[in-house]
């Protein structure tokens, strides 16, 4: 079947106005973008051939929603839930994203984390039908020929994984994938990127995971994971390809593991358009709820003292976006370093140790700390005590190391300590809110990074600002598409951050709440992609084209407001044209 069979048109501005369908018959309803299903009016049905392969009443996008609803409800489990969302995705890709956007705050958790990790964890035995590519040592010699003829050919943004640090669970062989088809969601949820401009890829460099391995059952290629030279040769040949296909697209790296996220983020940083979410998307976010934070206490992030607890990619992300952040509010980066701890399971991150080499940046000298006598010295409670700490910022994955002696001690070195814990899911966090509020009478900020459920204090309920990634991602990935930026620069992520804590209304900052709430990520996203397409534009690093626009923005901040307005995509069926 020939690719022009249906072509989506574009306006002036690069929106989607409709659609060019030379398919007849029951092929139409086999193509997710364009079917309508039961929505299909019977004159469609007449002109494109459709009658007798639908029952014969007409249903409107709304009606189809909300009987989409009823089945969802019927549903015992959230697995059961994403299964059936992305069974009708697969149907029809307009009705599945309208019953997303009905209630984003309640499909979030179930199109993505945390119910994505189980999707990961069985997909062998869920696999229903092909979605995104595929690459393994056995096709990635003639990757650039699987990407040509990929069936969408505008695309403006890849999410690309390697299946080895899925969301705390560790290595998924080609299990990952999931990870990238629920980002691309967001991606469309959030952004408005439209569905058609989106793909996932799966970089399958096999698993040491040995239930995996072992199972009858793995879809994925069957040996121990690719590594060392052998593994960045198979990096190489994929961005090779990718760039020659889609030169002016992003590529959004997910869920690497610690140190291959950081060799791979920084060696194409300039070679191709793309970024690390685990690292940079998380620290803008965190950074996001510290500027919240600081409208809160009426305080300059340059008089605080920080320390992240869990020095994976995440949270040496989000050192080195605050480090950035202070550097940018006028301290030099000596003192910017000064002021930034980070501590993993063996204690406070020290030169003196054998360390990978992404958690030696932020390393501290040993012999500067008079407390640092001796390694049992090296605690959680030491650092905060003796360093003064006012924001604490958890990405350990250990839960409840955040004790009651350690927020009080924090609570001793400011009148409003900024409390994140923030590790994924519920059951690993740091601390709970509720636990939190109490034991700092509360005077403590916090934000986590999973969803919880608001907290009573003094007779009010507060609620409970979530740190999430996606209200940064879809926004950074759009403004930078929209724009035509060549490379993804640490600014871009500043500039998101300050988009998102300028985003928060006056009143819930008097209610110490450091987050607008998921319902209004889109409205978020729109203004993290003008800020980024506008601070793009400042840095200079803006092409003459961008991945999937005519329009030309000739570095006007104001025209590319306009392009980015138009092109965003919501759920709702386009005509034919």
């Known amino acids: 079947m020939e690719i022009n069979h249906y072509e989506f048109k574009f306006g002036e501005f690069g929106e989607t106005i409709g659609v060019q369908i030379n398919l007849r018959g029951f092929d139409i309803l086999r193509f997710n973008y364009i079917s309508k299903g039961t929505a299909f009016t019977i004159e469609q049905r007449s002109k494109l051939k459709l009658s ?64 994505v990790g189980l999707a990961c964890q069985q997909y062998s035995k869920l696999f229903r039908g092909a979605n995104g590519i595929h690459f393994y040592p056995g096709n990635i010699d003639y990757a650039e020929h699987v990407l040509h003829h990929y069936t969408d050919q505008d695309i403006g943004i890849a999410v690309v994984t390697d299946n080895q640090g899925i969301l705390g669970i560790g290595d998924q062989g080609a299990g990952g994938i999931p990870i990238c088809l629920g980002k691309l969601m967001l991606y469309t949820q959030g952004a408005g ?148 701890f980070t501590l993993d399971s063996k204690g406070l991150v020290t030169s003196d140790r054998e360390l990978e080499p992404y958690k030696t940046k932020l390393a501290k000298d040993p012999k500067i700390f008079a407390w640092l006598k001796s390694p049992e010295d090296n605690t959680l409670l030491n650092v905060i005590k003796n360093e003064k700490v006012t924001v604490l910022i958890g990405t350990s994955g250990q839960p409840g190391c955040f004790t009651k002696e350690i927020v009080e001690a924090v609570c001793e070195n400011t009148d409003r300590p900024v409390i994140l814990p923030l590790s994924n899911p519920t059951a690993k966090a740091e601390a709970l809110p509720k636990d939190i509020y109490q034991w700092t009478d509360g005077k403590a900020l916090v934000s986590t990074g999973s969803p919880f459920d608001p907290v009573n204090h003094n007779g009010k309920d507060y609620r409970i600002g979530q740190m999430n990634n996606s209200f940064v991602f879809p926004g950074v990935g759009l403004g930078v598409v929209a724009s035509g930026a060549s490379e993804v620069l640490p600014t871009f992520f500043s500039a998101a951050a300050h988009a998102i804590a300028e985003f928060v209304k006056e009143k819930e900052l008097n209610d110490g709440i450091l987050f607008p709430p998921l319902d209004q990520l889109r409205e978020v996203s729109l203004e993290v992609a003008k800020k980024v397409g506008a601070e793009a534009i400042k840095a200079g690093v803006t092409q003459k084209d961008c991945a999937f626009s005519k329009f030309k923005h000739n570095n006007d901040p104001e025209r590319l407001n306009i392009l980015v307005d138009k092109i965003r995509w919501s759920p709702r069926y386009l005509e034919q044209v």
Request: negative net charge; contains cysteine; charged residues 30%.
């Open 52 to 115: 007798g392969y639908l029952p014969p009443r007409v249903k409107a996008l709304e009606d189809q929603v909300r009987s989409s609803l009823e089945i969802v409800e019927e549903k015992e489990s959230d697995i059961e839930k994403f299964i059936y969302i992305r069974s009708l995705y697969d149907r029809n890709v307009v009705l599945a994203h309208a019953v997303i956007a009905s209630d984003i705050t309640k499909f979030l958790p179930i199109i993505y984390t945390p119910t």
């Open 193 to 340: 990127l439209a569905p058609w401009h989106c793909l996932p890829i799966s970089l399958d460099v096999g698993t040491d995971n040995e239930e995996l391995l072992n199972d009858p059952g793995y879809l994925g290629w069957r040996h121990k994971r690719l590594k060392g030279e052998e593994y960045y040769d198979f990096i190489e040949k994929f961005v090779i390809a990718f760039k020659k296909n889609f030169p002016h697209s992003l590529c959004q790296w997910e869920d690497f593991s610690k140190q291959t996220a950081f060799n791979v983020r920084d060696k194409y940083l300039k070679e191709l358009i793309s970024f690390n979410d685990d690292i940079q998307g998380t620290g803008a976010v965190a950074l996001a709820g510290i500027l919240a934070a600081m409208k809160v206490k009426k305080e300059k992030m340059t008089d605080q003292v920080y320390l992240v607890h869990g020095a994976g990619a995440g949270g040496i992300g989000i050192a080195e976006q605050i480090e950035t952040e202070l550097v940018e509010q006028g301290l030099d980066r000596k003192n910017a370093e000064a002021r930034i």
